[in-house]
C-alpha cells in the first residue's frame, strides 16, 4: 500500500473525481479539441488512445492547468468549476488563477521525464512539496525516501538523473509526481522514450498505483498496459472522442470505423 493515502476507489458512491465538459482548444487554425467530455470517477482509470496528432496531450496538458482551452469546464471533486468561456471577459490574471487552481490537483508524469539534471534524484523529488507547497523538509524528506524505496531506487537518491538507466528516470518522475500528494495522476505516454526492455519496469510501477486505487489518466500506445489496467478506453481522433468503453469491448468489438482502423494498424 502507498505511505500516501490515495482517493481510494468506492464502487457504492463511484463519485466522479473529474468532470470535463466541452472542452475546445484551437491554435491558430488547427481546431485541436473539438469538444471532450470526460469524466474520472475516483479510483478509475482511464486510458486516452488515438493516433498522433489527435489532441490527447492537449487534453493532460488543460487538466493540469498547462494549457488554457479556449472554452469548456472543468471540475475536480472539492474545487472550483472552472468555465473556460465565461460570459465575462476576464484579465489574464484570473485566467492564470484557474490554471493554477488545476495545477495544484494533478500531477503529471511526461514522456520525457523532466527531471532538473544538475539535482540529486532526493532533491529532484522534494522540489515540489518543499518548495513549492512550502511542506516541512523533513517530513517531505521521510516521504520522499519512502516513495524512493517502493520504486526500488532507495540507494539512488544521491545519484544525477544522467547516472540513472531512461527507466530508473521516469520512476523518479513518478515518484515526483507522488511526492506531490495530487489528487489525480497524469500520464503522458510514459514509456514511449524508453528503449524496449525497460517499458515493463515502468509499467509495472503505474499498474500497481492503478491497483492500490490512484485515479488517472494516461496517455499511452500501449495497448496491453491499457487492456489490463485500464476502466475505461477512449479512443480520440481528430480532437474529439470518437469511442470510450471498457477495454474488453473497445478492444474486441469498436463500433467505430476509426477506432477499427487504428487498432488494425497499431496490433
Ligand atoms: P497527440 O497527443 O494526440 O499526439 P497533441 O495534443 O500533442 O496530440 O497535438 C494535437 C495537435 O495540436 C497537433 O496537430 C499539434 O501539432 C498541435 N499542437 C499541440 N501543441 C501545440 C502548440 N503549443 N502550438 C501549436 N500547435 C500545437
Known sequence: MSPIDPTPADP??????????????RFGD????????????RGEVVVLIGPSGSGKTTVLRALNGLETPDAGTIVVAGGPDIDFAPA???SRRARAQKRLALRDRSAMVFQHHNLFPHLSVLENVIEGPWRVQGRPKAEVVAEAR???????LEDKENARPHELSGGQQQRVGIVRALALRPDLLLFDEPTSAL???LVGEVLLVIKELADEGWS???VTHELSFAREAADRVLFMDAGAV????????IFAAPTHERTKRFLTRIL
Open 216 to 218: 488517472m489518466v494516461v
Open 242 to 249: 470518437v469511442e470510450e468503453g471498457p477495454p474488453a469491448e
Open 88 to 90: 465575462q471577459p476576464e
Open 146 to 152: 519512502t516513495l524512493l524505496a517502493r520504486v526500488g
Open 195 to 197: 528503449d524496449p526492455e
Open 30 to 41: 488547427n481546431e485541436v479539441l473539438r469538444g471532450i467530455d470526460l469524466t474520472l470517477h
Open 12 to 25: 457504492n458512491t463511484r463519485d466522479a473525481l473529474l468532470t470535463v465538459r466541452g472542452l475546445h482548444k
